[in-house]
C-alpha cells in the first residue's frame, strides 16, 4: 500500500514537472520577454506579412506566426504595468487589435490598402516610440 501511494505522489510530481516545464518555456512565437525587443520582432513579423503578395507560398505560414505573435504579445504585456502604460504600447495595441479582428472577420481575404497604410504608420510611430523609451 505504501509503494503505490509513494508510486503514485512521484508520478504526480513528474507530471507537474513535465506541465511546468513546457508552459514556461518560450513560445513558438519567438518573443523573448524584453518589451523593446519583442515590439521590433512583432513589427517585422508584421510588416512581413503585409508587404508579402496575395499568391507568396508561404502567406499562411506567416499569417500564422503573425496570430501567433499578436496573441502572445498582448497576453504578455497588456497587464504588465511598466509597459501597459507606455505610448508604444497603447499604439501597438491599436494595430494589433486591427489587425487581429480583420483577421477573424474577414479570413484569406487580401488586406485592404487602406488598412495597411493605417498599420504601417502606427508601427513606425510605435517604433520611433520604443526609440525614445515611451
Given amino acids: ?48 506579412a503585409l508587404d508579402l503578395p496575395n499568391d507568396a507560398e508561404n502567406k499562411q505560414e506567416i499569417k500564422s506566426l503573425a496570430k501567433e505573435q499578436i496573441n502572445d504579445y498582448i497576453s504578455r504585456y497588456r497587464r504588465n504595468g511598466e509597459s501597459g502604460g507606455l505610448r508604444s504600447f497603447t499604439t501597438m495595441q491599436t494595430a494589433l487589435n486591427s489587425l487581429a ?12 490598402e487602406k488598412l495597411k497604410k493605417r498599420l504601417k504608420q502606427e508601427f513606425k510611430q510605435a517604433e520611433v516610440a520604443i526609440k525614445r523609451g515611451i
Fill in 101 to 112: 479582428g480583420y483577421y477573424t472577420s474577414y479570413g484569406n481575404r487580401p488586406l485592404p
Fill in 1 to 48: 500500500m505504501f509503494f503505490k501511494s509513494a508510486l503514485s505522489r512521484i508520478l504526480a510530481l513528474v507530471l507537474v514537472a513535465v506541465v511546468t516545464l513546457t508552459g514556461c518555456g518560450n513560445s513558438s512565437s519567438g518573443l523573448s520577454g524584453n518589451y523593446s525587443e519583442d515590439t521590433l520582432a512583432v513589427i517585422e513579423t508584421l510588416t512581413t
